[in-house]
């Protein structure tokens, strides 16, 4: 198993004690990974700490087996993305959002292809999640 993502004894502190204590996991590469836990278990932080968003009061995290922390912060958010589950919209169309092949996309991600013309903040939560194909469309590395 080629491990593409590593926590390694990772400790976050918030301000009434810890978020995160001792977390340590590997992610492999080529494979879907869920993470799941209860509100406030510190799953949000963990995605943070990828694309140094927030960094580890304690430990580490690699990406590729290196520190994300010597990777130049652009370099790392190119080649790692994170999707929040709040969506979040440009002004413009889901075209303009998009900007790529978007009926091809749209339907790549269960969308009717017919949104491309609509406002992007006119979309329900549902399908703007959908519409992360603003991502889908990038190759992370």
Not at 27 to 46: C, D, I, N
Not at 95 to 118: E, K, S
Not at 126 to 131: I, L, N, P, V
Request: glycine share 12%.
């Amino acid at each position: 198993m080629t491990v593409l993502i590593e926590y390694r004894d990772v400790r976050v502190d918030g301000d009434d004690g810890p978020i995160v204590a001792g977390f340590s996991a590997a992610v492999p590469a080529g494979r879907l990974t869920v993470m799941v836990g209860p509100s406030g278990a510190g799953k949000t932080t963990l995605l943070r700490l990828l694309n140094r968003l927030d960094d580890p009061d304690a430990g580490s995290v690699l990406f590729g087996g290196q520190d994300v922390r010597a990777y130049d912060v652009l370099d790392l958010r190119r080649r790692i993305q994170v999707v929040g589950q709040v969506p979040v919209t440009f002004p413009g169309t889901v075209a303009d959002n998009v900007n790529g092949d978007t009926p091809a996309l749209l339907a790549r991600v269960g969308l009717n292809p017919g949104l491309a013309t609509r406002e992007a903040d006119r979309l329900s939560v549902g399908e703007a999640q959908r519409k992360l194909i603003r991502t889908l469309r990038r190759t992370p590395q």
